[in-house]
Structures are given as C-alpha cells and as structure tokens.
C-alpha cells in the first residue's frame, strides 16, 4: 500500500501552488514506456512541466526512474532494477556508535532505511544550533546544469555547514557518524545544518547526483557519488516537518536528537530511487537538522 504525497503530508502538498508535485500510476508508465523508448530525459521533463508539473520534482522523478532502470543484466530483477545489498548500517536492535549507544527504531529493507534514537544528546543539539545560528546564510543546491551551487525557492530553508574535525566538539560528531553510517571519516562531507521557519520546506528530491546532469560530473569528481545520508533532528517541531517518502508513504517525525538514515548506492554505483524524500512544511514552530552525507571514496583531506 502505497500512499500519496497528498495523504502523506497534507493537501497543499501534492497540487502546490497549481504545480503538480506526486506521480500518478498513469505517469509512471508514461515515463519508463518513453525512456525504454529511447526519448531523452529532458524531453520527457518537459512534457511533464507543459503538463503543469513542477520542474524539479518532474527532474526528479525522471532521473529517479532512469537510474532505476539503468544497467540490469540478465540475473537482475529487471522491473526494479535496483540490486539491494547488505545495508551498510550495522544489524540489530542497538548500534555500538563509537562513543555513544543508539537504539533503531524502525528499519525498512528498500530501500535500505532506519530511525534511529538517541543519536545526538539533546545537549549536543544545543550546541549544534548555537553555533550554527551564528552563521547562518540561505541554503543553495547544486544547479543540475553548471554544478554550480545556487540559491532556489523549492528549498526555503537557511544553513551553514562544518569542515570534516572542525575542532574537538564536531571531530567527535563525525567520528561517531563515521561509525554509525560504516564508512570512513574521510568519505563524508562536512555536517550541513538546516534551518526551517514557518511555511519552509525541502521539495522531495534525491540526494544522490543526477548522472545525466552535466554537473553532477562537477560534484562527483572527487568523492564521486553520494551513498548513504542521515538527517539528524535538533530540536521537537510543534507541528509538521517530517522527513517524507513519497515512494514509500513513510513520515519520519523529527524528534530531538533522534535521525533517520538511508542508503542509496550500491557497489555496481546502482541508484535506488525508492530514496525519493523531502521536508514537509513546517506547519508551527521551526525545524532545525544537521545532515551527513557520506561518498563512495575519500571525499576531503581529514
Ligand atoms: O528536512 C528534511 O527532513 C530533509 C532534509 C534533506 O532532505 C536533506 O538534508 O538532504
Ligand atoms: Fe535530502
């Protein structure tokens, strides 16, 4: 049972601003009848916009679905394409994280997906909030055609981010991530922190690089893909604000200190695009995170 973006987070989300931003069965079809096909990604995109679909979401939703079905061979289950593996975040009902220990909440098998609580203590919250408040600029993403890190309306939310072992305090963060994701310090990108007031939100989007977008070759060229992220909650949200996937009809509730995690490369550089996910409105009072996202190889100099 799958549900709609409309049910999961709320009527204004699935029809915004009368841009459509959810797939109907009909559409799905649509897109993998035409890339079998051998039409282009953007022609498809921009059938979907001239049919009032929201430019990055439809973007998202056709990348998704391409990556979806790049590459299957003969022994792989060709409708899904996506061959799940292992998942990199360790077994059981608690992880030994380095210093701390984090108990798992909820786990879904695919995509590779867990909630996971007390990851941060709510001390390290307020501290994480501090210093990121003294800082804070208007969040960008990366621009699918140049690379190029730009500021856009789908993402109303304010950041800032920490270097890799910025100093003692955000050293033994990373150490602890590195941990819990199973990957080197090394292979992660510095702690991105997200602010969201009233109204702000994340539209729902991958956040693995496009491999048809000339700048994800930009972005990839050190590092190369992203594999794995996990969105980390600061603080309690009086109302709205989850994390939401739309493919999976799955609301995760930000809840201090607790986080969600999921993995979305595997080792053929396959993409699942059962990933797609987003920050919902914040509906009263304000969102606060911090994000890792971890590469396939070494990303920075630690
Ligand atoms: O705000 C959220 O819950 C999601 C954030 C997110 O998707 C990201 O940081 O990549
Ligand atoms: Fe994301």
């Known amino acids: 049972m799958r549900l709609s973006l409309a049910q999961v987070?709320?009527?204004?989300?699935?029809?915004?601003?009368?841009?459509v931003t959810q797939l109907t069965p009909?559409?799905?079809?649509?897109?993998?009848?035409?890339?079998?096909?051998?039409?282009s990604a953007q022609s498809l995109v921009a059938d979907m916009v001239r049919n009032r679909f929201e430019p990055a979401f439809a973007g998202a939703a056709v990348h998704g679905m391409q990556t979806g079905m790049a590459a299957p061979t003969a022994t792989e289950p060709r409708a899904e394409g996506y061959v799940y593996e292992t998942p990199r975040?360790?077994?059981?009902?608690?992880?030994?994280a380095a210093d701390r220990e984090v108990q798992v909440a909820l786990r879904v098998e695919q995509p590779a997906l867990a909630v996971l609580d007390g990851v941060l203590s709510h001390e390290e919250c307020d501290e994480l909030i501090r210093r990121a408040a003294a800082k804070l600029q208007r969040s960008t993403i990366v621009d699918p055609a140049t690379g190029k890190h730009e500021t856009i309306a789908d993402r109303s939310s304010e950041g800032t981010f920490f270097e890799i072992n910025a100093d003692d305090f955000?050293?033994?963060l990373d150490r602890r991530i590195s941990a819990?994701?199973?990957?080197?310090?090394?292979h992660g990108e510095g702690l991105q922190i997200l602010h969201y007031g009233p109204g702000g939100e994340y539209k729902p989007h991958f956040d693995f690089f496009p491999p048809g977008d000339p700048g994800s070759a930009v972005q990839m060229a050190t590092g190369g893909q992203r594999v794995s992220t996990l969105v980390m909650y600061l603080n309690e949200v009086e109302d709205g604000g989850a994390t939401i996937f739309p493919e999976l009809g799955l609301?995760?509730?930000?809840?201090?200190g607790s986080a969600v995690h999921f993995?979305?490369?595997?080792?053929?550089?396959?993409l699942d695009p059962r990933t797609l996910?987003?920050?919902a409105p914040v509906l009263r009072g304000e969102k606060w995170i911090v994000t890792k996202w971890m590469r396939q190889r070494r990303y920075g100099a630690v």
């Open 9 to 19: 987070s709320g009527l204004e989300w699935g029809v915004r601003m009368n841009m």
């Open 26 to 39: 009909e559409w799905r079809d649509w897109i993998r009848e035409n890339l079998a096909r051998g039409c």
């Open 89 to 96: 975040l360790p077994p059981g009902n608690r992880i030994i």
């Open 170 to 172: 955000i050293a033994r």
């Open 180 to 186: 819990l994701m199973n990957l080197p310090v090394d």
């Open 251 to 256: 609301s995760v509730l930000p809840k201090k």
């Open 263 to 270: 993995e979305y490369t595997n080792s053929r550089g396959q």
């Open 277 to 279: 996910h987003g920050g």
